[in-house]
Nanobody, 121 residues
Framework: QVRLVESGGGLVQPGGSLRLSCAASGRIFHINDMGWYRQAPGKQRELVAGITSGGSTNYADSVKGRFTISRDNAKNTVYLQMNSLKPEDTAVYYC???????????????WGQGTQVTVSS
């Protein structure tokens, strides 16, 4: 069983920065893709940033140039550095990983518990 624990959310003023972390633990065999999603009240959950096992990244247009996703494979951890934050970035942010559980089970999706990010004056 794989568990994801998120940290780093909080309240920040517009223009400020936050760094989110998501650490995987449990029976870790191989983590493939990793990413961050967010969901604001009344909105659909959307992909914010993703990173492959090879280090390739992609971002939502709304965060390009402001957010940076990275991973530390030795620590089974993915990060999201958020700079120049805007009120519209306010949402619950969820970590996601694609994990290879074994030859029988194959690839599976795992989600963090969510962490609140609030950007307000």
């Amino acid at each position: 069983q794989v568990r994801l624990v998120e940290s780093g959310g909080g309240l920040v003023q517009p223009g400020g920065s936050l760094r989110l972390s998501c650490a995987a633990s449990g029976r870790i065999f191989h983590i493939n893709d990793m990413g961050w999603y967010r969901q604001a009240p009344g909105k659909q959950r959307e992909l914010v940033a993703g990173i492959t096992s090879g280090g390739s990244t992609n971002y939502a247009d709304s965060v390009k140039g402001r957010f940076t996703i990275s991973r530390d494979n030795a620590k089974n951890t993915v990060y999201l550095q958020m700079n120049s934050l805007k009120p519209e970035d306010t949402a619950v942010y969820y970590c996601h990983i694609e994990h290879f559980d074994g030859v029988v089970t194959g690839l599976n999706d795992y989600w963090g518990q969510g962490t609140q990010v609030t950007v307000s004056s």
